[in-house]
């Protein structure tokens, strides 16, 4: 009995150790910007033309998370993260011979974060489910992984660009992103149970949790949280620039950001293992709430000794939102259709892109300062304290 429990131990770290590599990959669609200067150089595209890439990717990835969540309902999921592995390598490979913009929207934009939508999904689905005892600590070190993959990769792929160029950079993303992944298609495998007939009628199909009021009221915290984070991660190198931060500084507030969001990703999973999702809703909402304070008052006193712990602050409560995402709907909805209903409710960071980094860049342009944007974070703080719902747990 016991030498089975330590294999079935084993067995389920191993599947947690690749799966955290598999969302470290995932995670440096965010590092798109370390590719935007070269590709402006070398093509003379303007700012505007090279965002589009990210707001595409980020988009259609939730396309390919609701395609992988029902590929996991019939556990499927190796199947589909081979195909993954495939549109990973064949989308980076395109991206390296791109000449011209629309070739990269498709090849970065459509396919890459297609496939990418697919790992973060079908991972996080298959191997939460070996883990029902300690679904925070196992969501929270895959979404750490996920939060430090444009930190930790990021840097390797920066160095490939300056010795060798962004075009071999691109060629060594689709041979190691479809390697990772093609081998993780080996490794990770359904949890016994999953997606099961069993207790079908305790976890409710996408309709059934559309149609729930308290999840629609769940839906708009996770657009505010995503809104309020991608607000600042889009602004932060200018706004720092616009207090007097050398260039070199500025480029490190991202990083600064990203860092105390993969950290916190464990931190709101252990959390919930012991206090519930709402509490991690409090946290999450305390925190921006300081955060939002602290931009405030940078702005006015036009400190960097203020702006960078404030950006730590708000790296911390940026991490709360996808963690809580991923274990409220496992805990409310169950996990015979969680993968569909992940991809669903992750469709708040389409919304949030736009509520978010976009108005602030409007703003800031007709204001010429991001005091405006940090007074609409303010009224976002107010609403997602009044969205926390009053119970603990289901």
């Known amino acids: 009995m016991e030498s089975a429990q330590r294999q079935q131990h084993a067995g389920r770290t191993l599947i947690l150790c690749f799966g955290a590599l598999m969302m470290l990959f995932s ?5 798109w910007s370390i590719f ?42 190796r199947a589909i993260l081979r195909v ?134 769940f839906f708009l915290w996770a657009v505010l949280m995503s809104g309020m984070g991608l607000l600042i991660l889009g602004h932060a190198a200018p706004f720092a620039v616009d207090l007097g931060a050398p260039m070199g500084l500025a480029g490190l507030s991202v990083g600064l950001i990203s860092m105390f969001n993969g950290a916190s990703r464990l931190l709101y999973g252990r959390i919930y293992d012991r206090r519930g999702y709402v509490p991690a809703m409090v946290l999450a909402c305390s925190l921006y709430a300081a955060a939002t304070a602290g931009l405030i008052l940078a702005h006015f006193t036009g400190s960097l000794w203020i702006l960078f712990p404030s950006y730590a602050v708000l790296g911390l409560a940026y991490g709360g939102g996808p963690v809580t995402v991923s274990t409220y709907v496992k805990e409310r909805f169950g996990g015979k259709h969680y993968g569909t209903n992940l991809g669903i409710t992750n469709l708040n960071i389409v919304i949030a892109s736009f509520i978010g980094p976009l108005v602030a860049g409007i703003l800031r342009a007709r204001w010429q300062s991001y005091l405006p944007a940090f007074l609409l974070m303010a009224m976002f703080v107010a609403a997602s304290f009044a969205l926390i719902p009053r119970t603990r747990r289901k």
């Open 84 to 217: 993954a592995a495939v549109l990973l390598a064949a989308g980076f490979g395109w991206a390296s011979a791109i000449t011209n913009l629309p070739a990269l929207y498709l090849s970065y934009g459509v396919v890459a974060g297609f496939a990418v939508g697919i790992c973060y999904n079908a991972t996080l689905a298959t191997v939460v489910a070996h883990f029902p005892d300690r679904v925070g600590f196992a969501t929270g070190i895959l979404l750490m992984s996920f939060g430090l993959g444009s930190l930790v990769l990021g840097s390797a792929t920066t160095s490939l660009i300056v010795g060798f160029g962004w075009r071999l950079a691109f060629r060594a993303l689709a041979v190691s992103f479809g390697l990772v992944m093609f081998a993780g298609s080996f490794v990770l495998k359904p949890a016994a149970g999953q997606a099961s007939s069993s207790g079908s009628d305790a976890d409710p199909a996408p309709r059934d949790m559309l149609r729930e009021a308290s999840y629609v009221k």
């Open 36 to 77: 935007v200067s070269p590709l402006e150089k070398a093509f003379g595209w303007n700012r505007g033309q090279t965002s589009f890439v990210f707001t595409l990717s980020m988009s259609v990835s939730i396309l390919g998370q609701i395609t992988g969540g029902s590929f996991v309902a019939k556990r499927r999921q």
């Open 27 to 31: 995670g440096l669609i965010y590092g």
